[in-house]
């Protein structure tokens, strides 16, 4: 069994910067599949990046593309998303998940029909305008 715990997330003005955290534990850290995801009250969840060592392949969502970022330290188990230029849409709470099954990663297609087992419990993000 894997746990995830999401944190960094807070409240920043319009054009300001987040880095959120996730740090992995219950077992050997050797994930097929990481993302991060989002979702707003009443909305569905929507795929932000995902990334596979394994699959070689990182998505980013078009909405995010040039302006966030996924990055893995491997040693500490930790995944982190780096956030610049926040909009006010980037309002959410944004979870992390992950997978240890071989091919979990999509070639093609969108964030959201890679396979995740695992998810946090998710961190607020706020920009204000």
């Known amino acids: 069994q894997v746990q995830l715990v999401e944190s960094g997330g807070g409240s920043v003005q319009a054009g300001g910067s987040l880095r959120l955290s996730c740090a992995a534990s219950?077992?050997?850290?050797?994930?097929?599949?990481m993302g991060w995801f989002r979702q707003v009250p009443g909305k569905e969840r929507e795929g932000v990046v995902a990334?596979?060592?394994?699959?070689?392949?990182?998505v980013y969502a078009d909405s995010v593309k040039g302006r966030f970022t996924i990055n893995q330290d491997t040693a500490k188990n930790t995944v982190y998303l780096q956030m610049n230029s926040l909009k006010p849409e980037d309002t959410a709470m944004y979870y992390c998940a992950t997978d240890n099954t071989w091919g979990c990663w999509r070639i093609k297609g969108s964030i959201a029909q890679w396979d995740f087992s695992y998810w946090g419990q998710g961190t607020q993000v706020t920009v204000s305008s």
């Open positions: 219950g077992r050997p850290y050797s994930t097929a599949c």
């Open positions: 990334t596979s060592v394994a699959g070689g392949i990182t």
